[in-house]
């Protein structure tokens, strides 16, 4: 309660004050390699598969991609989804339906939206909810006419007074907003709606991502009735060699707060966040910026860049991601999909793929020039008591410790070490500007000053198989440190025929200052971890062989040439969610 509080004093200080591999495409559709066969069998026909997750939300079967319309309505949080019934590929899309009352347990309902219409005859395409006056929810979304153009349609719930709005409707005026030569839109490059934000002229206001050859941009569409949409004549934003937008995301941030702002929240202090997730790279990136609601207009602030070297919400396996404000606990939550690195044949034989992310609570930084992501606290219910702790351990050289009495596949791990000297860490050179290939060319066997240094996870006892997620500091010629944290999956299976991508990141702190943080969440075939207390964050999907289920390991490792202090480590083995 307090610091709900907090956030409405938050509020209206902010309205009223002055001052390197390439991925699948997510569209590709393999119509050969569909499964129907799924649809007789069970949930407990996978229930022993090792790379099911523990808790982090997957259906029992088949493909799942971008996380839709997510939202609170009287007290329960609705999550939507893409998802095909018939198989483990994309394909046959429908927005199937779950809810939750603490964002962790889930509990599922028939598919909310799936083609019944001539507007959406041939698929259900992502979109967005948003919350009208009045409590009403109403959801945009993209439909697949019968000339496979892409079309923008609305749905409606049934039954409002029904907490979990097991029935939607759609309008018989759908298609709302479609592409016309008039228009010069790609018919083609024109889809996934955002939440609709509402101007002090009381007209609403919807972004939907498109592309002409390489130029990526966001349509801004205009209504006074949210069924009457005319296109306005300039875009939100647009960038050159971006290609096409999908899944656009535009919602506002408070400065100096951790809490979050409703979606049609505008304000002297209010900054903005533009997220696009680009479809010719499979990564969410964003700027932070300003919005002038009388022109319409989004700039992103000085220094920030739109497109591939851009800041990331994820420098892993996160896309396709959606943001809600949580009106109960005034927070924005981020959810994001986490795509597969098996082989199209190894997820047709395991029945699934594709998992959500852990939500995230997302806010702007102290600094101003990022966000910063945490997963949401009611994951901490989950956590086994007590945890398993380490304090003030001195890591030497190469040191490997065990971290035993916690189940290793299964964990959450939060682990801080203490820098107090960078005089024997590498120096860095100008030209490394690319965490990524840093990464690659100086991952976890190669050794420096201070780095790499971290966690081992999903581990086997051989060391023939794992994933580290570590540090490496470097410092410049003016002695100013640089951290780099990476997550080295080039190790993480012995199943060659998996993407095994090294990511990495850039993280925005000083070590001397402060101490460094790294948490992971570690769940089977995930390894979901946060570095600088949420300022960069790496996903990893992997597949071990031999390190699954009581056969994992976890270690925390030094292979630098100098010692480094762990400050503390505590590990959770954690339990498993209710997901129906």
Known sequence: MAKFSLCLLLLFTVLFGHGIVELEAT??????????????????????????????FQPPWHWINDPNGPMIYKGIYHLFYQYNPKGAVWGNIVWAHSTSRDLINWFPHPPAIFPSQKSDVNGCWSGSATILPGEKPVILYTGIDPDKKQVQNIAYPKDLSDPYLKEWVKSDKNPLMAPDNVNNINASSFRDPTTAWQGPDNIWRVAIGSKINDLGFAILYKSKDFLNWVKAKRPLHAARHTGMWECVDFYPVAPNSHCGLDTSTLGPNVKHVLKISLDDTKHDYYTIGSYNYTTDKYTPDKGLIDGDAGLKYDYGKFYASKTFFDSAKSRRILWGWINESQSV?????????????????????????????????????????????????????????????????????????????????????????????????????????LGPFGLRVLASSDSQE?????????????????????SDQSRSSLNEDNDKTTYGAFVDVDPIKDKLSLRSLIDHSIVESFGGSGRACITARVYPITAIEDKARLYAFNNATEAVTISTLSAWSMKKAQIS
């Open 345 to 449: 044949a190894d997820d047709i034989k395991k029945g699934w793929a594709g998992v959500q992310a852990i939500p995230r609570n997302i806010y702007l930084d102290g600094s101003g020039k990022q966000l910063v992501q945490w997963p949401v606290s009611e994951l901490e219910q989950l956590r086994s008591s007590p945890p398993i702790n380490v304090f003030d351990k001195r890591l030497e050289a190469g040191e490997l410790h065990e971290v035993t009495g916690v189940t290793a596949a299964q964990a959450d791990v939060e682990i801080t070490f203490e820098i107090t000297d960078i005089s024997k860490a590498e120096e860095y050179r100008p030209r490394w500007t690319h965490a990524q290939w840093l990464c690659n060319t100086k991952n976890a066997s190669v050794r420096g000053g």
């Open 27 to 56: 569209h590709h559709i393999y119509s050969r390699l569909q499964t129907p066969q799924n649809e007789t069998k069970t949930p407990w026909d996978y229930r022993f598969q090792p790379y099911r997750t523990g808790y982090h």
């Open 466 to 486: 794992y994933t580290s997620v570590f540090f490496r500091v470097f410092k410049k010629a003016d002695n100013k440190p640089v951290v780099l944290m990476c």
